[in-house]
């Protein structure tokens, strides 16, 4: 049975984050996080400089409070992809492959942010974001494998096919442009096929 | 006949950009291009700022060095791989995808860059970078077209199959790891596969 809520992970809104989170994004997304201060970020949001500090005590912890909602919204979209998906491999991967293209086609400045600056984040949050990352690769490789197993796909190799495929889908952030020739049905459509193809689906 | 140098374009030495291009690279890397000064620059390459600046006349100046040496360096390695590669659309694909592989994982500093860093390209330089990225493009377009007018591949918009390997190639980069456990040859005979499958190739 359908919930009202069936589909919901396809539709995307304008961005709705907290007012400094948003601000601390346009900031990175132009001149980096090592390139942008506090203080930028506060006049971005309009607020003070006590006034950010007040709910985010350090550009590091900006930096983390958007890392984790980004991270959060990718991981429930894709999860919600997934449940609906029903039990065939084929089905889930379909499923998730079009969650990822459509995050990131949907929320392309936070992918951005989130691939650069990688590199800007402190130990104390390392591992809680690289275990994001690894929950939704495991998603990934986890129906390629059951996919092998029930001989629907034939890949020879389930990790690195899962890995092409994790980076064809992220990597849509880098090129897709909402002015260009192709809709975001169009792409979905297109690179679902090329990851049946990678899988070695078999119909 | 094969010259001495075939196969120069698989080969690949250390990096060796001249010094404050070198040192441009591991700052802009570290901390991105407006996280940076010219004064660390030179500490970083043991130059003084004007020593630095009779060479390179402005950070700018730094950051369109290092592009231009980094996209010649692809191109080059990729139209040599070409040239190589005989007239069967399938070689010349899987030559042109080897070689953007190779160039990904062994210049992974030099892509991360270039990726995160075009924001930072002023107007002077911007036609000039995209026309380096553009022809890389249309190489593997052209070579996609080609085997779909053969009748080789079966992809059914050419267009999309391009950019979708263009992708998962320049993508290696975010996430190959010398130490990790798959090997370069490894990693290029999978993802030539990959290719090969999402042209739809016939063998």
Request: proline share 5%; hydrophobic share 40%; with cysteine.
């Given at each position: 049975?359908?919930?009202?809520?069936?589909?919901?992970?396809r539709e995307?809104?304008?961005?709705?984050?907290?007012v400094?989170?948003?601000a601390?994004?346009?900031?990175?997304a132009?001149?980096?996080?090592?390139?942008?201060?506090?203080r930028?970020?506060?006049a971005r949001?309009?607020?003070?400089?006590?006034g950010?500090?007040?709910h985010y005590p350090s550009?590091?912890s900006?930096l983390?409070?958007?890392?984790?909602?980004t991270?959060?919204?990718?991981?429930?979209r894709?999860e919600?992809?997934?449940?609906?998906?029903?039990?065939?491999?084929?089905?889930?991967?379909?499923?998730?492959?079009e969650?990822?293209l459509?995050f990131?086609?949907s929320?392309?400045?936070q992918a951005?942010?989130?691939?650069?600056?990688?590199?800007?984040?402190?130990d104390?949050?390392?591992?809680?974001?690289?275990g994001?990352?690894?929950?939704?690769?495991?998603?990934?490789d986890?129906?390629?494998?059951a996919?092998?197993?029930?001989?629907?796909?034939?890949?020879a190799?389930?990790?690195?096919?899962?890995?092409?495929?994790?980076t064809?889908?992220v990597?849509v952030s880098?090129?897709?442009?909402?002015?260009?020739?192709?809709?975001?049905?169009e792409?979905?459509?297109?690179?679902v096929?090329f990851?049946?193809a990678?899988?070695?689906?078999?119909a």
């Open positions: 049975m359908s919930s009202p809520n069936t589909g919901a992970w995307f809104g304008p961005r709705s984050l907290p400094p989170l948003e601390a994004l346009l900031c990175f132009e001149h980096g996080y090592h390139g942008t201060s506090v930028e970020i506060a949001a309009k607020l003070s400089v006590p950010l500090y007040h550009k590091q900006l983390q409070g958007l890392l984790d909602l991270m959060n919204e990718l991981l429930q894709s919600q992809a997934l449940a609906e998906a029903g039990p065939a491999p084929v089905d889930q991967l379909d499923a998730v492959v969650s990822l459509r990131h086609m929320r392309r400045e951005f942010v989130a691939s650069t600056e990688t590199r800007s984040i402190e104390g949050y390392r591992d809680t974001y690289i994001y990352r690894d929950r939704q690769q495991h998603m990934v986890g129906i390629i494998a996919g092998v197993g029930t001989g629907d796909f034939t890949a190799d389930p990790k690195a096919v899962g890995r092409a495929i994790t064809m889908c990597g880098t090129w897709y442009n909402a002015d260009g020739a192709s809709s975001p049905d792409i979905v459509e297109q690179n096929g990851a049946r990678i899988v070695g689906y078999r």
